[in-house]
T-cell receptor, first 110, second 113 residues
Framework: QQPVQSPQAVILREGEDAVINCSSS?????VHWYRQKHGEAPVFLMI?????EQKGHEKISASFNEKKQQSSLYLTASQLSYSGTYFC???????????FGAGTILRVKS | NAGVTQTPKFQVLKTGQSMTLQCAQD?????MYWYRQDPGMGLRLIYY???????DKGEVPNGYNVSRLNKREFSLRLESAAPSQTSVYFC????????????FGSGTRLTVV
């Protein structure tokens, strides 16, 4: 039931773009995205509730494809501050609570 | 307005010892959660509480107990710590409504030797 994230890790240079994918074997009704910097707590970025929905947060945006049971996080013109581990979360599991993917490590180099 | 506060930040236990991790939120939210985070495994739900006085098991509840005596506090207890419980523990809360994400505390890094 854990959503699958890809890639597991990505290294970028400042200004480059990246896409992180989150897919599920079950129907998706909503997708959360979080970022966690090293040694810190995860921080909520955005939630997508409807198929076809797209949202943005600074130069970070996401889309939700209900039919394909997946969501993608887009990081545009990456900055050093974007480095961290990105997690998607989908409702399911025990008590229909948030189940997190294993995470994607993003490292932005200057 | 501190959000979600966890104590302690670090703890080392010997196998068999017990301890309680404390979590408090000041946003008057009903839903609170305990997750553990291990390398390469993301965050896994231990227990959650939908409201004061109610608790339910999550994915990995074995070896843990929780208590939600009031709306503000949700504690996690390890009765007899084992090395497999070495992990980083996060408490989180969430406002009512589907548009909101989780707010996490700063975490407790627990080592059981």
């Amino acid at each position: 039931q854990q959503p699958v994230q890809s890639p597991q890790a990505v290294i970028l240079r400042e200004g480059e773009d990246a896409v992180i994918n989150c897919s599920s074997s079950k129907a998706l009704y909503s997708v959360h995205w979080y970022r966690q910097k090293h040694g810190e707590a995860p921080v909520f970025l955005m939630i997508l509730l409807k198929g076809g929905e797209q949202k943005g947060h600074e130069k970070i945006s996401a889309s939700f494809n209900e039919k394909k049971q997946q969501s993608s996080l887009y990081l545009t013109a990456s900055q050093l501050s974007y480095s961290g581990t990105y997690f998607c979360g989908t409702l399911g599991g025990y008590g229909n609570k948030l189940v997190f993917g294993a995470g994607t490590i993003l490292r932005v180099k200057s | 307005n501190a959000g979600v506060t966890q104590t302690p930040k670090f703890q080392v236990l010997k196998t068999g010892q017990s301890m309680t991790l404390q979590c408090a939120q000041d946003m008057n939210h009903n839903s609170m959660y305990w997750y553990r985070q291990d390398p390469g495994m993301g965050l896994r739900l231990i227990y959650y509480s939908a409201s004061e006085g109610t608790t339910d098991k999550g994915e990995v509840p074995n070896g843990y107990n929780v208590s939600r005596l009031n709306k503000r506090e949700f504690s996690l207890r390890l009765e007899s710590a084992a090395p497999s419980q070495t992990s980083v523990y996060f408490c989180a809360d969430r406002p009512a409504g589907i548009n909101y994400g989780y707010t996490f505390g700063s975490g407790t890094r627990l080592t059981v030797v």
